[in-house]
Protein backbone atom coordinates (compact mmCIF):
# COMPACT_ATOMS: atom_id res chain seq x y z
CA UNK A 1 0.00 0.00 0.00
CA UNK A 2 1.60 3.55 -1.06
CA UNK A 3 2.24 5.57 2.28
CA UNK A 4 0.49 8.43 0.75
CA UNK A 5 -3.00 6.56 0.35
CA UNK A 6 -2.52 5.44 4.12
CA UNK A 7 -2.09 9.00 5.33
CA UNK A 8 -4.51 10.67 2.98
CA UNK A 9 -7.35 7.91 4.20
CA UNK A 10 -6.38 6.71 8.03
CA UNK A 11 -8.11 8.41 9.82
CA UNK A 12 -11.17 8.13 7.66
CA UNK A 13 -13.99 10.61 8.22
CA UNK A 14 -17.42 9.32 8.59
CA UNK A 15 -18.11 9.66 4.62
CA UNK A 16 -15.30 7.98 3.39
CA UNK A 17 -15.94 5.36 5.88
CA UNK A 18 -19.16 4.91 4.96
CA UNK A 19 -18.56 5.20 1.61
CA UNK A 20 -16.06 1.89 1.73
CA UNK A 21 -18.36 0.07 4.00
CA UNK A 22 -21.39 -0.02 2.01
CA UNK A 23 -19.49 -0.61 -1.56
CA UNK A 24 -18.30 -4.30 -0.30
CA UNK A 25 -21.77 -4.59 -2.65
CA UNK A 26 -22.02 -2.97 -5.36
CA UNK A 27 -23.94 0.89 -5.45
CA UNK A 28 -24.59 3.79 -6.63
CA UNK A 29 -24.38 7.34 -5.02
CA UNK A 30 -27.80 7.27 -4.20
CA UNK A 31 -27.92 4.08 -2.53
CA UNK A 32 -25.28 4.70 -0.11
CA UNK A 33 -27.05 7.78 0.95
CA UNK A 34 -29.84 5.77 1.53
CA UNK A 35 -27.96 2.76 3.36
CA UNK A 36 -25.99 5.19 5.15
CA UNK A 37 -29.46 6.59 6.60
CA UNK A 38 -30.80 2.99 7.25
CA UNK A 39 -27.80 1.77 9.05
CA UNK A 40 -27.05 5.08 11.54
CA UNK A 41 -30.90 5.17 12.11
CA UNK A 42 -30.77 8.43 10.50
CA UNK A 43 -28.17 9.68 12.51
CA UNK A 44 -25.92 10.15 9.56
CA UNK A 45 -26.95 12.01 6.20
CA UNK A 46 -24.70 12.48 3.41
CA UNK A 47 -24.94 15.28 1.13
CA UNK A 48 -24.82 14.92 -2.20
CA UNK A 49 -21.54 17.33 -2.58
CA UNK A 50 -19.78 15.60 -0.13
CA UNK A 51 -20.73 12.16 -1.40
CA UNK A 52 -20.01 12.53 -4.73
CA UNK A 53 -16.47 14.45 -4.24
CA UNK A 54 -15.29 11.92 -2.33
CA UNK A 55 -16.67 8.98 -4.81
CA UNK A 56 -14.44 11.03 -7.58
CA UNK A 57 -11.26 11.02 -5.19
CA UNK A 58 -11.43 7.17 -3.98
CA UNK A 59 -12.32 6.21 -7.69
CA UNK A 60 -8.93 8.16 -8.76
CA UNK A 61 -7.00 6.56 -5.55
CA UNK A 62 -7.88 3.34 -6.69
CA UNK A 63 -10.14 2.63 -3.84
CA UNK A 64 -13.26 1.91 -5.68
CA UNK A 65 -14.23 1.15 -9.47
CA UNK A 66 -16.95 2.09 -11.50
CA UNK A 67 -18.77 -1.13 -12.55
CA UNK A 68 -21.70 -0.10 -14.83
CA UNK A 69 -24.22 2.52 -14.91
CA UNK A 70 -27.62 1.64 -14.53
CA UNK A 71 -30.37 4.55 -15.31
CA UNK A 72 -28.44 6.97 -15.46
CA UNK A 73 -26.26 6.72 -12.03
CA UNK A 74 -22.93 5.15 -12.08
CA UNK A 75 -22.40 1.81 -10.24
CA UNK A 76 -19.09 1.46 -7.86
CA UNK A 77 -17.75 -1.30 -6.36
CA UNK A 78 -14.80 -1.26 -3.33
CA UNK A 79 -11.34 -3.03 -4.53
CA UNK A 80 -8.45 -5.06 -2.95
CA UNK A 81 -6.69 -1.54 -1.75
CA UNK A 82 -10.01 0.18 -0.11
CA UNK A 83 -10.96 -3.38 1.29
CA UNK A 84 -7.43 -2.70 3.05
CA UNK A 85 -8.06 0.27 3.76
CA UNK A 86 -11.73 -0.13 5.65
CA UNK A 87 -9.75 -3.20 7.61
CA UNK A 88 -6.99 -0.63 8.71
CA UNK A 89 -9.79 1.72 10.05
CA UNK A 90 -12.32 -0.64 11.97
CA UNK A 91 -8.93 -2.04 12.98
CA UNK A 92 -8.31 1.83 14.54
CA UNK A 93 -11.86 1.92 15.45
CA UNK A 94 -11.61 -1.62 17.31
CA UNK A 95 -8.64 -0.54 19.38
CA UNK A 96 -10.22 2.95 20.80
CA UNK A 97 -13.28 1.20 21.50
CA UNK A 98 -11.33 -1.25 23.32
CA UNK A 99 -9.27 1.48 25.38
CA UNK A 100 -12.10 3.25 26.14
CA UNK A 101 -13.52 0.00 27.55
CA UNK A 102 -10.48 -0.09 30.40
CA UNK A 103 -9.92 1.93 33.51
CA UNK A 104 -7.70 4.28 33.31
Do not use: W
Not at 11 to 18: A, D, H, L, Q, R
Not at 40 to 61: F, Q, V
Not at 88 to 102: A, P, S, V
Amino acid sequence: MDAHIKKVYVPMTETGFYILYCLQKENHGYGIVQAVEKITNGEIRLAPGTMYGSLCKMEKDGLIKFTAEQDKRKLYIITELGKEILQLELKRIRRLYKTTQEEI
